[in-house]
């Protein structure tokens, strides 16, 4: 079945310092989607791309739907505390978009 | 209103209790979704409802039954469940159309004793 492969699985970066992370599948997928959840909270959507070779922004991120479509990054630059959380891939089933397939998360920590 | 509401924010609730779970939003999504969460893993979908109809079923036990009133609520009753139960329960909503980018709600953390 579909599956993504998200890495890295966890970072520890100073704050400053740019992040990079990306989602890989074996299948294709028509839609990437990034979210970012903090502790206690639901997933927030921060990108969403529908278009091979799309690069999309949102402030100081930046994500990139793959010309492949088989693959996402997402960079956040010039990292603050408050980057602390989760972040998620998402891409819609191929059989049912109302269903979603995750990767596991990254799971990012900013040192002050 | 761009939010989608979740109450109560905890629960804690006996394996013989009943109790539910309520959503709402005033976005006019017609797509609205109940979603199991455990700690540091992503979220997995338990239900979709479409247009107030349940539209998938993701065997989920029936201990938990889903209920859509009308467009803007979505509801989770839960009855008998299990220790193994307890997690963040999210609630979802999205436009029918194809950018499917769902708004989350906050979840509600269930503890089940």
């Known amino acids: 079945g579909q599956q993504l492969n998200q890495s890295p699985q966890s970072m520890f970066i100073q ?8 989602c890989t599948s074996s299948s294709i997928f028509n839609t ?3 979210y970012k959840q903090d502790p206690g909270e639901g997933p927030v959507l921060l990108i969403a791309l529908y278009k091979a070779g799309e690069l999309t922004s949102n402030g100081r991120l930046t994500a990139q739907f793959g010309i492949t479509r088989k693959d996402s990054f997402l960079n956040i630059s010039a990292s603050i505390p408050s980057d602390v959380g989760i972040y998620f891939c998402a891409g819609p089933h191929a059989g049912n978009n109302r269903k979603l397939i995750w990767g596991l998360g990254t799971s990012l920590a ?3 | 209103d761009t939010e989608v509401t979740q109450t109560p924010k905890h629960l804690v609730m006996g394996m013989t209790n009943k109790k539910s779970l309520k ?13 199991k969460q455990k700690a540091k893993k992503p979220p997995e979908l338990m239900f979709v409802y479409s ?7 993701e065997s989920v036990p029936s201990r938990f039954s889903p209920e859509c009133p009308n467009s803007s609520l979505l509801n989770l009753h839960l009855h008998a469940l299990q220790p193994e139960d307890s997690a963040l329960y999210l609630c979802a909503s999205s436009q ?7 708004t989350f709600g906050s979840g509600t953390r269930l503890t089940v004793v």
């Open chain 1, 15 to 22: 704050e400053g310092e740019d992040v990079s992370m990306n």
């Open chain 1, 32 to 34: 990437w989607l990034w």
């Open chain 1, 110 to 112: 900013v040192n002050p």
């Open chain 2, 23 to 35: 959503c709402e939003q005033h976005m006019g999504h017609r797509a609205m979704y109940w979603y």
């Open chain 2, 51 to 57: 247009y107030e109809k349940l539209s998938i079923n």
């Open chain 2, 96 to 102: 029918t159309r194809d950018r499917v980018g769902y």
